[in-house]
């Protein structure tokens, strides 16, 4: 039993715990990526002046049971076309920090206002080379599920998965997928027909590793 899978409490206070402990960082992350890819060296990538970015790893309780929002971008000319991602995007000016892009582009995106979530803390940065964005994910959590208002010009659906299905080797699996004209083979989580992989199942593996830090 994992202890938190039907104690939406137990979750909050588990990730807490987790990231008190310190982030599992880039080698949990890197469990998603083919073994071939290099790991980053931030100080290089930031001589890239990558745009900075924050996304919202949002969690909420379903009949108490820990759920994460995911979307489904729609089909556009752009590097993530129709990828499965959690909401968030480039930061703006007029964004004081970060968790503030993550929560603006959340509101945005699937509308969920700032007031409701509550900040838990960020996991470690992922570079995206493709798009040279330099991604900074936010944990956030909601007291109750959020009434999702989804922005129709960039989201085609929302996801939303009991998480402790990613614990499950089931739904996990080497993938083919094509992208920007390649074809690559990737490891990737598979969920109600969705195939998640890349920036966004790199994040998810450092929130899976992090739970399993917690005794």
């Known amino acids: 039993m994992l202890g938190w899978d039907k104690d939406f ?37 930031e001589t890239n002046n990558p745009r900075k970015a924050g996304v919202l ?13 995911l979307m489904k971008r729609n089909t556009y000319p752009g590097v993530h076309s129709g990828q499965i991602s959690l909401p968030g995007g480039q930061a703006e000016e007029l964004d ?8 603006r582009e959340a509101h945005e995106e699937i509308g969920v206002h700032p007031k409701e979530v509550s ?9 995206i080379p493709p798009s040279n964005f330099l991604v ?4 956030g959590i909601s007291k109750q599920r959020p009434a999702f208002i989804p922005e129709a010009k ?3 659906a929302l996801v939303e998965v009991p998480f402790h299905i990613f614990l499950n080797s089931e739904y996990f699996r080497e993938t083919r997928v094509e992208a920007r004209g390649l074809v690559m083979h990737v490891p990737a989580y598979h969920i109600d027909g969705h195939v998640i992989w890349g920036a966004t199942a790199m994040m998810i593996s450092e929130i899976v590793a992090l739970l399993k830090s917690v005794k």
């Open 96 to 103: 004081g920090n970060i968790t503030e892009t993550a929560l």
């Open 119 to 127: 900040v838990l803390g960020n996991l470690t940065r992922v570079y």
């Open 154 to 156: 960039e989201v085609s």
């Open 57 to 69: 790893a949002l969690f909420y309780p379903v009949a108490e049971v820990p759920h994460l929002v």
């Open 9 to 45: 409490n137990a979750f909050k206070a588990a990730v807490s715990k987790g990231l008190a402990l310190g982030l599992p960082g880039v080698e949990a992350q890197y469990r998603l990526v083919p073994p071939d890819r290099p790991r980053p060296n931030f100080d290089e990538i």
């Open 136 to 139: 900074q994910p936010v944990l």
